[in-house]
């Protein structure tokens, strides 16, 4: 006897951490696994009629077939599908990288003689693709610090398309009022788009602030391992299919299986490890906060950050990622370097184990941001002459703190 088995679709009043589980999980109709399969299929078997052969114009999936894996593939789109729960969103693109995907979404929605704002302060690699190779499209750019909501407004001209931030801000943890940016960018029919990576989607929903559409590097908390690329646009199904047709399809920016795979196990345990990270990150700032080596500390979660009250409203919790300033910052991170054994002095965030790495300021200018005056002065008020960026992993918070304390005592 053949058996079919089928997938039981989720309550509609499902919790986060269920929808975060089960959202998308289509059980194998031939075998009954429960894990996602990785279909490693280029190219699946069409029927006479089937779907789009471009990607032009297709606004919505379902009217297009899984016919080759850079437009779509199944293990892809549960990745996909679960996303857009976790978000609270009508569709997702999985994308490469999180470059990929902030990449993607600007190009699909900025041409030669558009306008976009852009947070003065964030990501690097969001610094340097919009403010030195997007010019070179034709695209003007405005860089902007998003918590001087009179500065965005004044920046917005009648060719802005959209504006682009982060909340809270790499590395310095400004926080962006999501709702008043949002506001802004739709009162001059401008789209709204936030890497809301640091936050991750347990701690912050930016669609239901207003934003447009939701960026995530998934290589951070969301895989959480340190072990795969990943990133995800997330929105209405209408923006989403567009940025597919040209981030997916044209740009090839397309995520692999095995990675979608494995971010899928990721997201398994995203609720749990995050409730960890942000229970060690509190206990880690205020012990930083009282350590006579450190200056000062940022973490939105603490009653001293500038915009505690911003975060405590737009946040439900306050992440995984801490500043701090260090009395002659680069003789601390030797010390970091030289003397921590269980944090590990080394760049990217959101794994399992903690990792911290020292921003020095006048590098930071040089290399990436080059803010002047005002945006200059914001920067320093954070990160003086350098931030360390602590990303808190799933060590014991007691074992983090002992590690830390040991090394950068003198
Ligand atoms: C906030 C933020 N957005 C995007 C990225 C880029 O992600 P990826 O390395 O997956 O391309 C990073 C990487 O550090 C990041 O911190």
Known sequence: MTKTFTTHPLPADAGPETRSLDAGLAIDPATGAIAPNVSMSVNNVLMPGDGAFSADGVADLADLPYLYARWANPTVRQLEQRLAALEGAEDALATATGMAAIAGTLLTFLKAGD?????DVCY?????LTQRVLPDLGIEVTPVNMARLDRVEAAIRPNTRV????????PILRIVDIAAVSALAHRYGALLTIDSTFATPVATQPLAFGADLVIHSLTKFINGHGDVLGGAVIGRRDLVARIRGRAGVYLGATLPAQSAWLILRGIDTLYPRMRTIC???AAVAAFLENH????????PGLASHPQHALAAGQMASFGGMIGFRAREPKAAAARLAERLRIVHYAFSLGHQRSLVVLLDTDEMMASTFRL???????????????????SIGLETAA????????????
């Open 292 to 299: 006579a080596e450190v200056e000062r500390v940022v973490y």
């Open 163 to 170: 504006i682009h931030c982060e909340s809270p801000v790499n």
């Open 399 to 410: 074992d983090i703190i002992r590690d830390l304390d040991q090394a950068l005592t003198r």
């Open 124 to 128: 690097a690699g969001a610094v340097e």
């Open 115 to 119: 306008h976009l704002i852009v947070s």
């Open 279 to 281: 229970e060690s990150a």
């Open 372 to 390: 002047k005056g005002e945006a200059l002065d914001d920067y320093r008020a954070v990160a003086g002459d350098g931030l360390f960026r602590l």
